[in-house]
């Protein structure tokens, strides 16, 4: 092993400059690098509720994709005890196949943490489309908010994105 010089450069996409489409929305957020994020990814199947940020690579690759997010998604509580929940969102690389992520739980829409994904990328232009939906009960037909109509059983929102930094995943030992 060969020590390093510590962390690769990595380039910053901020969500509110990506490209929305549907319902996705810039919203102004005191905590957001910038003051503001993107909400309204996701909801009912099928929905074209989107944000796709146009990315570059010196080299293809795998790079870490850091994503500033934040989930405030919670069922209403019982007694003392939230209830929290994961919003997913899946993620496709230049049209490719999908990688669901799940996102835990920030306790607030203002309250931003950090999760990093590995990414496959190709030298040069690249799409990374963040979209969401309600995912659907285990036949694969019915879901819960038909079923239990206003009772929050899933997220059907992807989380409010702040930005997103890609850099190298790894570099060339000298």
């Known amino acids: ?48 509720n989107t944000v796709t940020f146009h990315v570059t690579a010196d080299r293809p690759g795998t790079y870490a994709m850091r994503i500033r997010y934040a989930n405030p998604e919670q069922a209403e509580a019982t007694h003392y005890n939230p209830d929290p929940l994961a919003r997913h969102a899946d ?44 995912l659907p009960e285990f036949d694969g037909k019915t879901y819960a908010s038909d079923t239990w109509p206003g009772i929050l059983l899933r997220s059907s929102y992807a989380p409010v994105l702040d930005r997103i930094e890609i850099a190298r995943f790894s570099a060339p030992a000298r």
Do not use: C
């Open 91 to 134: 993620i496709s690389v230049n049209g490719g196949a999908v990688q669901r992520v799940l996102f835990p739980h920030s306790f607030h829409q203002n309250n931003f943490w950090e999760l990093t994904v590995p990414v496959q990328l190709k030298a040069g232009d690249n799409t990374l489309s963040f979209r969401s939906e309600e």
């Open 1 to 48: 092993m060969r020590r390093t010089d510590g962390a690769l450069p990595a380039k910053t996409y901020q969500a509110e400059n990506a490209q929305l489409a549907g319902t996705a929305q810039v919203t102004t957020l005191s905590n957001a690098d910038g003051g503001k994020a993107v909400t309204g990814v996701g909801v009912a199947p099928g929905n074209g």
